[in-house]
């Protein structure tokens, strides 16, 4: 089994964030004696229920598909390999709803450490094809920087992380499926 040690992905980076919150305890800006200045590092308080938040969904995802499924794993960053466990069996639209949630989840894991370059940049524009996305936090969607790639008001285009983990997840069985 992959346990993500030395590979990218939704559980290393996840295990990234958990560490972090480990040596980190978030225990608020108002607390003097914490000698780690949380508030200003690019993990801050937010973290800790980003964390529940990704877990939670990861949980519920397995619990409707697989009412049987036995408990979640203590470890946070087990819980890909145990949806993927969960929903061996499960239909092909479930088992890609997992996938796709995951790779969300790797992008927003990677985004909070501070590394939308590395994750984004790979990424071409759902609209027109183009590379050249970059992350707009307060949006917390991905502008398209061809200057040519508008909405009708002229604004450039803006893509949610689900929709480009979604375009990359059925553009990935697409391969799989023409390829054999
Ligand atoms: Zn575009």
Known sequence: MNNGDTTDSAASRLRHLTTYLREHPATGPAVGHNPNPVASTPLSLGTLSHVDASVRELTDLVRKANPAAGPAPSRADGIYDWAREQTEHAP?????????????????????????RKVIRPHRCPECRTFGLMWQGDMQRALCTNTDCTDPDGFSTAVTLARIAHEHIAGRQSKKTSAG
């Not at 092909?92 to 939308?116: K, N, P, S």
């Open 92 to 116: 092909d639209a479930v088992r890609q709803r997992r996938e796709t949630a995951e790779y969300r989840q790797y992008l927003e894991h990677a985004i909070r450490a501070g590394d939308w």
